[in-house]
């Protein structure tokens, strides 16, 4: 019987074929039958409700059909549903949207974007809008708010952007129509339109009549003073990109002037803010590098010898910290090994002299204290001999970072406050043109590596008893073109708007009886003794209110 028996074709699952299979045998039947009817044993099977024999139609539903199964064995039945079973369809995967819409689009502030050419018609409307007839704090309120419409700006950008232009007397504030503009107002608006709508840029009126304005049109100074004081104090200034990052939303906004030929009177000025920008990548990087520096290991030594700011700052000693890696000061032992190489190689004889005796006599101590503005006028690195001084094999300072000559002189910080000095010492100073001092100082070769000439310094400032002097702290670093604007006392300024009194609801038979008429007025008296109904206490600077 078993080789009479036909083969059964099953289509698979997972492919389009047929595959032909052996038919169950008798032993395999019997096995599935005794599965069946333990299963009902085990509870599968519940005497409360009619038996139905359920086949198995597919992956989602079941199909009870008592009639269909009626004389067929359990083998039977799977054969035949699976012969009857429906391959899976594979569902297709998503694909992950790849950031935000329009993320990568160009933002017009790479590194080598250029704007594109105007088109014939977009050079006749700029003709127009930014003819020299028009005033020029109308043509530059047109192309501030054209720029930055065509500008994708980010938080940062556009933070510094509006920064720079409040500097330079530009108003930012809310969009004009704060819910959005409509499709039908964007198709019957031109550029120019939309740009003004959507703008947060203006020119206040008061700088749109030039011989009534207070005001002076200067593209560089207004640039310097931005960069010089306010960007550092703003802003992040640490790393070299961050500053080119920032330097850059300036020089695209000069190029686009240029560019579309927005006035051409200022050109020169531009240019010139433009050469400036590249002068103060290359500073504020110094003075970040610098600021990290200064004022060197020699001059932190006299600090800590002679009572500076860095003396009692080391803690190194403590036992919690050997563990640790990080900066713990300078000991007392490495700071009279410095001072002394130092003092060796720059030192003359009348130095040696004056310092044997004082440190004989222990009258070695700080004699002045100046808080100060320097300006560094020359820097000379160590020479051969200084070099083969600190390099010799046999010198017990070798392993010392060699020493170079610091020059700088003063200057006259204009954001300093001014001096509290009596009538006659003001009149005595104004008759006398400014005193100008000199100092020198002795700082490490690879910090003034970091330095420049020109570059501007708020210092506190020591003489020691045998002439040398040294650079305690360093309070601030600035460009060489450092100036503090007018403008910066302009920021965040508003029009005093005129406030009417307040108006108060009082009964028709009363009226106010001020300060100056309490005297003339015959129901004061009584008011103040509380005879009159409108008795009562009186506090000094109170209305009275009397009957008439």
Same mark, same amino acid.
């Given at each position: $019987?078993?080789?009479?028996? /036909? ?14 299979? %052996? ?42 059909? *008592? ?73 530059? %309120?047109?192309?501030?708010? #054209?720029? &930055?419409? #065509? ?13 720079? $232009?409040?500097?330079?007397?530009? *108003? ?19 550029? /120019? ?11 206040? !009126? ?20 931005? @960069?010089?004081?306010? @960007?550092?104090?703003?802003?992040? $200034? ?97 700071? #009279?090994?410095? !001072? ?85 010492? %003001?009149?005595? +100073? /104004? ?11 002795? &700082? ?12 501007? @310094? ?5 003489? @020691?008893? !045998? ?6 702290? &360093? ?14 006392? $302009? ?10 009194? +307040?108006?108060?609801? +009082? ?16 129901? &004061? ?24």
């Amino acid at each position: $019987m078993e080789g009479s028996e /036909a083969k059964v074709t099953v289509p698979s699952t997972t492919e389009n074929k047929h595959v032909e299979t %052996e038919p169950p045998t008798n032993a395999t039947r019997a096995a599935l039958a005794e599965v069946n009817d333990n299963a009902a044993c085990n509870g599968h099977n519940d005497d409360t409700k009619p038996k139905k024999d359920v086949a198995w139609g597919g992956d989602d539903d079941l199909i009870d059909s *008592d009639d269909e199964n009626q004389g067929l064995d359990p083998g039977d039945r799977i054969l035949r549903d699976l012969a009857n079973a429906k391959p899976e369809k594979k569902k297709k995967k998503r694909k992950k949207k790849s950031g935000k819409k329009g993320a990568s689009a160009p933002t017009g502030f790479e590194e080598y974007y250029v704007d594109v050419p105007v088109t014939p018609e977009q050079y006749k409307e700029e003709k127009a809008i930014y003819d020299p007839s028009i005033a020029f704090s109308e043509r530059i %309120e047109t192309a501030i708010q #054209r720029y &930055v419409a #065509r500008r994708k700006f980010d938080s940062e950008r556009k933070d510094l952007f509006d920064k720079y $232009m409040s500097y330079g007397g530009v *108003d930012s504030g809310p969009k004009m129509f704060g819910g959005g503009l409509d499709q039908q107002t964007l198709e019957d608006s031109s550029a /120019a339109d939309i740009a003004t709508m959507t703008a947060t840029n203006f020119v206040d !009126f008061d700088k749109h009549d030039p011989r009534s304005s207070q005001y002076v049109v200067d593209f560089d100074g207004v640039l310097k003073g931005f @960069l010089s004081s306010r @960007l550092p104090a703003t802003f992040n $200034m640490e790393s070299e990109q961050q500053i080119k990052s920032h330097v850059a939303v300036i020089r695209n906004f000069l190029n686009y002037l240029l560019h579309h030929d927005v006035c051409p009177e200022y050109k020169d000025q531009i240019d010139a803010a433009r050469d400036t920008c590249n002068v103060a990548e290359k500073q504020l990087f110094s003075i970040s590098q610098a600021c990290r520096l200064l004022p060197g290991d020699f001059n932190k030594a006299c600090s800590v010898i002679f009572g500076g700011q860095y003396q009692g700052s080391y803690i190194g000693d403590y036992e919690w910290t050997k563990s640790l890696n990080f900066d713990k000061g300078m000991s007392e032992d490495q700071a #009279r090994r410095i !001072f002394l190489a130092g003092l060796a190689a720059h030192g003359d004889n009348e130095v040696y002299a004056k310092y044997n005796k004082h440190v004989t006599k222990k009258k070695a101590r700080i004699v002045e204290h100046i808080a100060t503005n320097l300006e560094i006028v020359e820097m000379e690195c160590a020479n051969p001999e200084i070099l083969s001084y600190y390099n010799s094999k046999d010198n017990p300072v070798k392993g010392l970072l060699p020493l170079g000559i610091l020059r700088v002189k003063t200057w006259k910080n204009l954001e300093d406050p001014p001096e509290d000095l009596t009538e006659e010492e %003001e009149l005595e +100073r /104004a008759g006398k043109p400014q005193e100008i001092k000199t100092y020198t100082f002795w &700082v490490e070769d690879h910090v003034m590596s970091k330095l420049f000439v020109g570059m501007k @310094l708020t210092a506190h400032v020591y003489k @020691l008893s !045998f002439g040398v002097w040294f650079l305690d702290t &360093v309070l601030g670093a600035y460009c060489s073109f450092y100036r503090v604007l007018p403008n910066e006392k $302009m920021l965040g300024w508003k029009e005093h708007k005129y406030l009417p009194p +307040r108006a108060v609801n +009082r009964p028709p038979d009363l009226q106010i009886v001020t300060r100056q008429e309490e005297t003339e007025a015959e129901e &004061v008296p009584k008011a103040l003794s509380g005879e009159g109904e409108a008795g009562g206490e009186y506090e000094q600077g109170e209305d009275i209110i009397v009957e008439e």
